[in-house]
């Protein structure tokens, strides 16, 4: 570990049955002696609660805490995360487990981070049991206060699903078709809010006993099941997990920028940590492609230039036996010297260790996009008039544009306050909340320049149509009213014609779209459309706000997000060749600018002058030579009165 530069281990994250062999039988003697060791030779401790696979004796002696599928199947025990999340029997068995652990390691010189549970819902993001059931009317019984109110929300009139009593209501289990699609969304809110009420039961015990040292639990990156606005405000550092899929390195690249940037904006800008990643393989995906040389260290890089302080793995040493044992290791099975990849571990280790000065710097963001759980959730229930409107695709679509230009977006909250943004981005917001739209209606009015694409403000919270006029709360702000919406077949496109004559392909959808103030960028071209404005524009107060009724082709989308772009006066990092992305992070210790090189091929590329961050060699300015999947971090000389 040493050889590699480790100074941080996350510790027994599934040691539950050896941490407590029995109902009252505990042994902590080996996590001791591993915790001394390590305290010894000068690493740190990322202690795991060690609650993410309940131990055999635990199921056996109560199986009603396995979790149950909407269909009635209970899962059984033999692999992990085999817990109903409301049980009281797995809460109180992990609470107590908590209790004994940290007081047993609460003045240990090692500790110096709690990791709770393991990527929770990740096998297991709800259960439909009766406990279950019971849990979900209490969660309602808060929400709405009477049986009327709930009614009202779920528009229970509509087939004959009026409720007369609490005891009535069930989790949304497999029905003869679609269950109320209000039921179906509180019960989303609800499983995400069970899973962070067992990691809220954890860290108020860890937060009690040990007040100092701070506490996560790893994300997986957009991960569908859990709010994670709603459970980054509980953690003192945010973490993730992320797997790039080889086999895919362009879209891997840029799918790792986009979760390193939601992970940075989870956290209020503040510096993440990369909990998981793995040197080469994994094990879960069909066929498991390594990693090319150099692009686990490119990946590593790629997370600390979106804001992470820190760069970890799973695993240390790879298994014998179990379920991952084919999944790569940071010590093979293998001799370790002779693997290639041991030595990119060395190199990133030693690398890492001279970047202290970059640690608590931000990245700084002109760009905001909208980003909201419950939108999605509501977004992909069934019965829709189109279901390939996908919340991650059309975030993707935007987002993609911006990581090509070398421009650093956060994410955004829809109620969060964007004054600071020059341009806020809302590819697709299709719940929204009354002060969700009067705070993006008072960001343009205020100054603010906004692009919005179909299918936005659609539904309130309780998934009910907004009335009045798709989309009701923005048609103001937009400067036009959506009459009808006529959403494209699978692989069927329509043309886009620009007022300028370029013609663009739109896809997924189209609408019929009447101005009411807002000046037409680009007509339907072909079809019942055909002639009807696709693209808008329209100045609201002191602001403009961008509408696009269709997912245009990429070229069309970059092109009118640069417009918008120079529009607001956005600026990007660096204008590079293909393939080669620059982030920027600054804090005390000066400006650091990230050149990363994503292709598998040598570049060269514009430097400014600075001190190169990794080999302590000074920049004179003019090319720099980027090797394939190359890394430069360049701490930028300043110039005068910056
Ligand atoms: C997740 C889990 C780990 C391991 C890896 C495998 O990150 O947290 O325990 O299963 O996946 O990729």
Known sequence: ?????????????????????????????????????????????????????????????????????????????????????????????????????????????????????????????????????????????????????????????????????????????????????????????????????????????????????PITTNFMRFFKPLDYWKWAVQEDIVSDDVYQDPSEPEASSLESAMAGDL?????????????????????????????RPGQMRLWSFQAVAHGADGVMFFQWRQSRSGAEKFHSAMVPHGPVESWPAWREVVQLGAELGRLDALCGSRVPAEVAIVFDWESWWALEQPSKPSANVRALEQARAYYEHLYRANISADFAHPEADLKAYKLVLVPNLYLVSDAAAAGLAAYVSGGGRLVMSYFSGIVDPADQIRLGGYPAPFVELLGLRVEDFAPLAVGETIPVRFEAGQVATGQIWSELIRP?????????????????????????????????????????????????RMEAGVTSVAALPPGVEAVRRQGDSGSFLFLLNHQDAEVEVEAAPGLDALTGERIEGGRLRLPAYGVAIIKEDLAEGQ
């Open 1 to 213: 570990m040493q050889e590699a530069g480790v100074n941080l281990v996350s510790l027994g994250i599934f040691s539950w049955s050896r941490l407590q062999p029995g109902p009252n039988e505990f042994d902590f003697e080996w996590l001791d002696r591993v915790m001394h060791l390590l305290n010894e030779g000068g690493i740190k401790v990322d202690l795991a609660t060690a609650t993410a696979s309940p131990p055999p004796w635990l199921t056996h002696q109560h199986p009603e805490m396995l979790p149950t599928l909407a269909d009635g199947a209970r899962l059984w025990p033999g692999a992990r995360q085999h817990y109903c999340p409301s049980s009281p029997v797995y809460r109180e068995a992990a609470r107590s487990l908590v209790e004994r652990l940290s007081a047993r390691y609460k003045d240990h010189p090692a500790l110096v981070m709690w990791h709770v549970g393991n990527e929770y819902g990740c096998h297991v993001a709800a259960c439909y049991c009766d406990v279950s059931a019971i849990d979900f009317r209490t969660w309602l019984r808060a929400r709405y206060g009477s049986l009327e109110e709930l009614n009202r929300a779920w528009g229970t009139d509509f087939w004959s699903q009026r409720y007369s009593d609490w005891e009535e209501i069930l989790p949304p289990r497999q029905a003869p078709t679609w269950p109320n699609p209000g039921q179906c969304l509180d019960f989303l809110r609800f499983s995400s809010d069970a899973l962070l009420a067992c990691y809220e039961i954890e860290r108020t015990v860890l937060s009690r006993v040990t007040p100092g040292i």
């Open 516 to 564: 009411a103030g807002a000046e037409v960028l680009a007509r339907f071209e072909a079809g019942p459309l055909k002639g009807e404005p696709a693209v808008l524009r329209h100045t609201f107060g002191s602001g403009v706000a961008h509408y696009i009724g269709t997912t245009l082709d990429s070229i069309a989308m970059g092109a009118l997000l640069e417009q918008a």
């Open 263 to 291: 992970m940075r904006s989870l956290g209020q800008g503040r510096p993440w940590i990369l909990l998981e990643q793995t040197t080469s393989r994994v094990n879960w995906r069909p066929v498991n492609v390594p990693k």
